[in-house]
């Protein structure tokens, strides 16, 4: 069973910058997609971003410029560089990782496994 672990949230000023790591436990499987996501007070849950086991990247358009998806193959970890900071950021920012076929930003539902959320405040 897979278990992720998000950790690195907290309280910056706009401008800031804050890394996330996400702890993948029984990540065993060659083939993968990960992302990251955020939920707002009173909306949906967005992709933030996702990287596949070949290295490919997409970001949401809000967040392109700003933020950096990498991993640590031999850490199980996924990280999130997070840079000029706004308070438009401002969510529970969670890790979610798939086995199935294809890698998309949109497609949140391919996700089966997710993590308990970090949270990111930015203020002004």
């Known amino acids: 069973q897979v278990q992720l672990v998000e950790s690195g949230g907290g309280s910056v000023q706009a401008g800031g910058s804050l890394r996330l790591s996400c702890a993948a436990y029984?990540?065993?499987?060659?083939?993968?997609?990960m992302g990251w996501f955020r939920q707002a007070p009173g909306k949906e849950r967005e992709g933030v971003a996702i990287?596949?086991?070949?290295?490919?990247?997409d970001y949401a358009d809000s967040v392109k410029g700003r933020f950096t998806i990498s991993q640590d193959n031999a850490k199980n970890t996924l990280y999130l560089q997070m840079n000029s900071l706004k308070p438009e950021d401002t969510a529970m920012y969670y890790c979610?990782?798939?086995?199935?076929?294809?890698?998309?930003?949109?497609?949140?539902?391919?996700?089966?496994?997710w993590g308990q959320g970090t949270q990111v405040t930015v203020s002004s």
């Open positions: 990287i596949d086991s070949d290295g490919g990247t």
């Open positions: 029984g990540h065993t499987y060659s083939s993968y997609c």
């Open positions: 979610a990782a798939h086995y199935l076929r294809g890698c998309r930003l949109r497609a949140r539902a391919d996700f089966g496994y």
